[in-house]
């Protein structure tokens, strides 16, 4: 007879790669019994090692990660370990401020009235990208487009047509 593995009283609990990030922030763990370890890795090739100089963080213990570099550390992930029979991991949530997707440059008007805008993949959307132009200190929408999908790395050139000038005094 299959007594089965018997009662289970450790584990753990990896979560995804988060960001890329500009700054980190924070992180909070909710449960009991589950202690919560920060992760780091430079590129998409390195190892996931600790980060040094963060400490383990309890369930109710929040966790400043402010000094932590995005620059150094562009991606975290999160280690939780559960021990004992009660154990259990209730939510967590790690506060960062993501990278820009898109970088825009050399927006200028050309001699027929149209915009001209280079846009450039960051490296984190491939598609459903929008650019929305928008003027002046209200922010007011003048066009919005959808791009076409771009690789990571890649620039192009977009053309916005026949923009209304904007009423005098704007």
Do not use: C, H
């Amino acid at each position: 007879r299959y007594e089965g593995l018997g009662r289970i009283t450790r584990g753990q609990l990896l979560s995804p790669a988060i960001g890329p990030a500009a700054a980190w922030q924070g992180l909070s763990v909710q449960g009991q019994g589950v202690d919560v370890e920060v992760e780091g890795r430079q590129d998409a090739g390195s190892v996931w090692q600790p980060v040094a100089g963060l400490q383990t963080v309890a369930a109710g213990q929040p966790l400043d990660l402010s000094g932590v570099e995005a620059g150094k550390y562009p991606y975290l992930r999160l280690r939780a370990r559960l021990q004992g029979a009660e154990a259990r991991l209730g939510e967590w949530a790690l506060d960062f401020t993501p990278r820009p997707s898109l970088g825009l440059a050399q927006a200028r008007l050309d001699s027929a009235g149209r915009v001209m805008v280079v846009v450039r993949n960051l490296g984190v959307v491939t598609t459903g990208a929008r650019l929305r132009l928008e003027q002046g200190e209200r922010r007011t929408r003048v066009r919005e487009l959808s791009l076409a999908p771009l690789q990571r790395g890649e620039a192009r050139t977009v053309q916005v047509d026949s923009l209304a000038a904007p009423p005098p005094g704007r």
